[in-house]
T-cell receptor
Framework: QQQVKQSPQSLIVQKGGIPIINCAYE??????FPWYQQFPGKGPALLIA?????SEKKEGRFTISFNKSAKQFSLHIMDSQPGDSATYFC????????????FGGGTRLMVKP | DAGVIQSPRHEVTEMGQEVTLRCKPI?????LFWYRQTMMRGLELLIY????????DSGMPEDRFSAKMPNASFSTLKIQPSEPRDSAVYFC???????????FGPGTRLTVL
């Protein structure tokens, strides 16, 4: 019930492409869905987050699409750049569980020049 | 603020030795989290504190692991005795409210020989 499943595990796109990373969850009590970005040798950092009262959120080139009925959410990176090459983690949490995040397995993205 | 500070950044030790990892959260943050990251298991939450009190330690792998938070500005994660399977990157993160962004430290890369 606490698991968040993320796919694909790795992704290679050309510069300018639109990589899409998908996550699915089971626990309908989850009410906060962040995406974290991690560069090699660094800790994860919050990229963008969404709550289930909206179906889409955009911040710059990054967009989260959220499908509450399907219990799925995805990250789209528009006009991807080599500097976007990193590992991306989706996560989920419940307000009544403090701020305890359940992370997906991660997606290693490579954007080729 | 310098962000979340972790020490040491790298630790190499021999099996059976005691290892202590240290974390200084961001000032004013009242939640502190310890995570472990490995290729096989991804990012796992080990334990988290709220106002220096351990709230959920269900992710602590076994009795060899212990964590303390004696005050609002310091936490330790101790492994005694260490085993090769404990080799991983250990992250500390903090946040100031439930449902808010977690700020991760740079991590401690632990190698147990």
């Amino acid at each position: 019930q606490q698991q968040v499943k993320q796919s694909p595990q790795s992704l290679i796109v050309q510069k300018g492409g639109i990589p899409i990373i998908n996550c699915a969850y089971e626990n309908t009590a989850f009410d906060y869905f962040p995406w974290y970005q991690q560069f090699p040798g660094k800790g994860p950092a919050l990229l963008i987050a969404i709550r289930p009262d909206v179906s889409e959120k955009k911040e710059g080139r990054f967009t989260i699409s959220f499908n509450k009925s399907a219990k799925q959410f995805s990250l789209h990176i528009m006009d991807s750049q080599p500097g976007d090459s990193a590992t991306y983690f989706c996560a989920a949490s419940m307000e009544n569980a403090g701020n305890m995040l359940t992370f997906g397995g991660g997606t290693r993205l490579m954007v080729k020049p | 603020d310098a962000g979340v500070i972790q020490s040491p950044r790298h630790e190499v030790t021999e099996m059976g030795q005691e290892v202590t990892l240290r974390c200084k959260p961001i000032s004013g943050h009242d939640y502190l989290f310890w995570y472990r990251q490995t290729m096989m298991r991804g990012l796992e939450l080990l334990i988290y504190f709220n106002n220096n009190v351990p709230i959920d330690d269900s992710g602590m792998p076994e009795d060899r692991f212990s964590a303390k938070m004696p005050n609002a500005s310091f936490s330790t994660l101790k492994i005694q005795p260490s085993e090769p399977r404990d080799s991983a990157v250990y992250f500390c993160a903090s946040s100031f409210l439930a449902g808010n962004e977690q700020f991760f430290g740079p991590g401690t890369r632990l190698t147990v020989l």
